[in-house]
């Protein structure tokens, strides 16, 4: 039985609600195909923007293919919308989006899978009819309750409420989960997930009393037994973390929590790798993905970004998702009955 079934499992129909969420640009259609098969939504992430984005959205197809050769499960793609100084959306967003449509509407046994589109990052506004043409549920991911009634009121099916402890790229208004989240349930009428911090099953536990319907992790699913893709050295690092190992950096699309290292404290100290040595903004966009990449494919955590939420610092062990997904929900369902059944009954008033 599965202990925790709720409008986001009926609508996303998975058995748990928790979801890996997007942890671009690295490689993860194993991770996304572990956690849709131990009944969670998986997210296949974008792979990064190169150059040539015809080619980095072959990457992200073979990604996809990947990622539904190894599930039978319903699983996501999650694609930042990313905004230039004027408010235009960048090209890699719409390329992207459309990739993903196209690869749908040409196959439509991938369509039964791929259900789900994550956007984040900037307004996803134009993009929210033609998801829901295509047939797919449209999750965004917010920092404010403004957005997130923007986000539903523009036709939104699910939110993610992200708090700033969260890793990789951050709200700009630095409002963490724990005052978040109420906000944002009370608001709006659709599900919402929290994003930021949650680790366990009272993470999961915590969020469904705040009002939330489920639990969208990051840093938690890296340091898995499916994590393959990833260098040993950026797990071990996640892993070593200790409270205060964090920090929040200018990133690509604001500000972005990794782990205080060599080349994060180029940015926190100069805002840039090298006192002010890279000035052109494209450029420095390049730096800072290739940065990341550093870390995640060759294993250099000092000279790389580490992309980390906070909860990192309480990260201490490799789990196995098959495992995991179903504990914690178990887990979760646990702590709200133990909980519930523990408080006096309450006095009936006349
Ligand atoms: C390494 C890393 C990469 C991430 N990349 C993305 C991304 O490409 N798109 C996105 O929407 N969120 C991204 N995030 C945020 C996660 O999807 C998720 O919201 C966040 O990790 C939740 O916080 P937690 O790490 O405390 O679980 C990233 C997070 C990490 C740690």
Redesign the pocket.
């Given at each position: 039985m599965n202990p925790i079934v709720n409008r986001y499992t009926q609508l996303v129909q998975i058995d748990h609600p928790i979801v890996q969420?997007?942890?671009?640009?690295?490689r993860t259609p194993k991770l996304a195909a572990a956690v849709s098969n131990a009944g969670g939504l998986g997210?296949v992430?974008?792979p990064g923007m190169p150059a040539d984005l015809a080619a980095g959205a072959r990457l992200f197809r073979d990604h996809i293919e990947e990622c539904r050769s190894l599930t039978d499960r319903p699983f996501a793609v999650?694609?930042?919308v990313g905004v230039d100084g004027n408010g235009v959306v960048l090209p890699f967003t719409d390329i992207y989006i459309r990739m993903v449509l196209d690869a749908r509407r040409e196959d439509a046994e991938l369509a039964r899978q791929l259900t789900v589109l994550?956007?984040?990052?900037g307004f996803p506004g134009d993009y929210i009819a033609p998801i829901h043409d295509a047939g797919m549920i449209h999750q965004h991911?917010v920092g404010s309750t403004r957005q997130a009634v923007k986000a539903a009121e523009a036709g939104v099916d699910v939110i993610?409420a992200?708090?700033f402890?969260?890793?990789?790229?951050a709200p700009s208004k630095a409002v963490h989960s724990y005052v978040l989240v109420p906000s944002v349930t009370e608001a709006v009428d659709v599900p919402v997930l929290l994003?930021?911090?949650?680790?366990d099953a009272r993470g999961l536990a915590a969020a469904m009393a705040l009002g939330a319907d489920g639990?969208?992790?990051?840093?938690?699913?890296?340091t898995s037994t499916a994590n393959t893709d990833w260098h040993p050295a950026y797990i071990q690092a996640l892993i070593d973390a200790k409270e205060g190992d964090d920090v929040a950096f200018d990133g690509v699309y604001g500000p972005c929590?990794?782990l205080r290292n060599a080349a994060s404290r180029r940015l926190t100290d100069h805002g840039t790798p090298d006192s002010g040595e890279i000035a052109d903004a494209v450029e420095l966009t390049r730096w800072k993905i290739e940065s990341?990449q550093r870390a995640?494919t060759d294993g250099d955590v000092e000279q790389g970004l580490?992309?980390?939420?906070?909860?990192?610092s309480a990260i201490d062990d490799i789990i196995d998702i098959a495992e995991f997904v179903p504990s914690t929900a178990r887990g979760a369902a646990e702590i709200l009955h133990t909980l519930a059944s523990s408080l006096p009954t309450p006095a009936v008033s006349a």
């Open positions: 969420e997007g942890l671009g640009p690295f997210t992430s974008m999650n694609i930042p994550t956007t984040s990052a991911k993610i992200a708090g402890e969260m890793g990789g790229h994003t930021g911090g949650a680790r639990v969208a992790m990051g840093t938690r699913f890296i929590r990794g990341m995640q580490v992309l980390a939420g906070q909860v990192a």
